[in-house]
């Protein structure tokens, strides 16, 4: 009798250990498959900003300029608006001063190319000059010490409203007509001779995964 009942409780107790071990397992399970959920979820929003992204430069269209795609490889933190470091290079056919685009715009200029990269300056760069167009006005972009963009000393004859686009001039080897921003705000200058005109960027650099690089245009 004895026997029988050690043998109970023995039986008892591996199915206590069994049944613990299994509820065990099970609630692990459970507590893993959020962080599953959570991790695929992440993976499909970061193709699916990298879809939206790739098909909104497939929509850029400027006629008579080749263009190449190219993803960012580095975006450094502590040089945030100075440059960055894009996938194509000279092997690519990319070259120094091309101008680098997304869908919203202008965002910088090439600055040099190795093989299979290149590093671009960005138009927050402090070292930024570019020339621009503001309806049949021609400035000098320049970046200020709080990253913030200027056409400056252009005469006070100048017919510009805030809210008209500023485009890239088309005097340099930067294509014309390449959308930078919108005028934010006018200024005259103490002798009220020159025009300073601050500007809205219309082109993001939040979340830039890829650009669009355009090249040379095509001489017909």
Same mark, same amino acid.
């Given at each position: 009798?004895?026997?029988?009942?050690?043998?109970?409780?023995?039986?008892?107790?591996?199915?206590?250990?069994?049944? =613990? /071990?299994?509820?065990?397992?099970?609630?692990?399970?459970? %507590?893993?498959? #959020?962080?599953? /959920?959570?991790?695929? %979820?992440?993976?499909?929003?970061?193709?699916?900003?990298? =879809?939206?992204?790739?098909?909104?430069?497939?929509?850029?269209?400027?006629?008579?300029?080749?263009?190449?795609?190219?993803?960012?490889?580095? @975006?450094? #933190?502590?040089?945030?608006?100075?440059?960055?470091?894009?996938?194509?290079?000279?092997?690519?056919?990319?070259?120094?001063?091309?101008?680098? $685009?997304?869908?919203?715009?202008?965002?910088?200029?090439?600055?040099?190319?190795?093989? @299979?990269?290149?590093?671009?300056?960005?138009?927050?760069?402090?070292?930024?000059?570019?020339?621009?167009?503001?309806?049949?006005? =021609?400035?000098?972009?320049?970046?200020?010490?709080?990253?913030?963009?200027?056409?400056?000393?252009?005469? *006070?004859?100048?017919? $510009?409203?805030?809210?008209?686009?500023?485009?890239?001039?088309?005097?340099?080897?930067?294509?014309?007509?390449?959308?930078?921003?919108?005028?934010? %705000?006018?200024?005259?200058?103490?002798?009220?001779?020159?025009?300073?005109? *601050?500007?809205?960027?219309?082109?993001?650099? /939040?979340?830039?995964?890829?650009?669009? $690089?355009?090249?040379?245009?095509?001489?017909?």
């Amino acid at each position: 009798m004895k026997k029988l009942y050690n043998q109970l409780i023995l039986l008892f107790f591996l199915f206590c250990f069994l049944t =613990f /071990d299994s509820f065990s397992n099970l609630i692990t399970k459970i %507590q893993k498959e #959020p962080e599953l /959920d959570s991790s695929l %979820q992440i993976k499909y929003q970061n193709l699916l900003k990298d =879809f939206e992204d790739l098909s909104g430069l497939k929509e850029i269209s400027l006629l008579n300029i080749t263009s190449n795609y190219a993803q960012i490889l580095f @975006h450094d #933190p502590l040089e945030f608006f100075s440059e960055i470091t894009i996938s194509k290079g000279s092997q690519e056919n990319i070259m120094p001063n091309s101008a680098v $685009i997304t869908n919203e715009g202008l965002i910088g200029i090439v600055k040099s190319v190795t093989n @299979h990269t290149s590093k671009v300056r960005l138009l927050t760069n402090i070292n930024t000059n570019l020339s621009v167009r503001v309806g049949d006005s =021609f400035g000098i972009l320049t970046t200020n010490s709080q990253k913030e963009n200027w056409i400056k000393n252009l005469t *006070k004859e100048t017919k $510009i409203e805030i809210g008209d686009k500023i485009y890239t001039s088309g005097l340099t080897e930067i294509p014309g007509d390449i959308l930078i921003g919108i005028v934010e %705000q006018i200024e005259l200058d103490d002798l009220g001779l020159t025009t300073s005109i *601050k500007i809205n960027r219309t082109a993001s650099l /939040d979340n830039l995964n890829y650009v669009t $690089i355009l090249a040379k245009e095509i001489k017909e």
